[in-house]
């Protein structure tokens, strides 16, 4: 390998949105994380559910208009 082109590689400081700090080897200094896996859902186990439901109704109540419109 050719010496002094490669960037240094040192121990730092990570921190996530939720509060945790942990030490990494990285190029970058202070590298701040949105997810982890202190709060990642597949690590804590706490899986969030999408209402997907309601986000349709809204939908077809939105344009439930649109088609008879389109056509008069």
Do not use: W
């Not at 921190?15 to 982890?36: H, L, M, P, Q």
């Not at 597949?42 to 208009?65: E, H, M, N, P, W």
């Amino acid at each position: 390998m050719k010496k002094e082109i490669h960037p240094q590689y040192t121990k730092t400081m990570a921190s996530c949105a939720c509060g945790a700090t942990f030490d990494v080897g990285s190029t970058r200094e202070n590298i701040k994380v949105e997810i982890c896996s202190q709060c990642h859902p597949f690590f804590t186990g706490k899986q969030k559910l999408v209402d997907s439901a309601g986000r349709i109704d809204r939908f077809k109540k939105k344009y439930a208009g649109f088609e008879a419109a389109k056509l008069v």
